[in-house]
């Protein structure tokens, strides 16, 4: 199977895959700056809460097991968000980047296709 094109939506030609480099890095400082703020925010009760998991505990209190489960998925989860944001961020700081690198190949062989014209 092969696509040669998609049809054109409603008011457009269809050529909707285009992206700039300014939103690419909207997007990617808003995911640093979640990113930023779930390593500090996201941590803010972590100690609270891990020790009176353990006092509960100690003391006999069977809410201590579950405010230390609560605990372990809240920081699992928390790591896996943390990561996620990360990625996202540097994923597309790449992107752009690779993308003005493609741009700046395919204008130089542009150029240099213009030029080799008129030594023919």
């Known amino acids: 199977m092969r696509v040669n094109g998609a049809p054109a939506g409603p008011g457009g030609s269809g050529a909707d895959l285009r992206v700039r480099q300014d939103k690419l890095g909207e997007i ?7 990113h930023r703020r779930l390593q500090t925010d996201g941590n803010h009760a972590k100690a609270s809460t891990s020790e009176a998991a353990t006092m509960m505990t100690t003391n006999n209190f069977q809410t201590g097991a579950a405010l230390r489960t609560v605990h372990d ?3 699992s989860q ?7 944001c990360a990625h ?5 700081d790449y992107s ?16 240099v296709s213009k030029i080799s014209e008129y030594f023919q």
């Open 78 to 84: 928390l790591r896996t968000l943390i990561d996620a």
């Open 28 to 34: 990617g400082g808003a995911a640093y700056d979640l």
């Open 96 to 111: 752009a980047a690779t993308h003005a690198k493609d741009d700046e190949e395919v204008k130089a062989s542009l150029s």
């Open 73 to 75: 998925t809240w920081d």
């Open 88 to 92: 996202i961020s540097n994923h597309l």
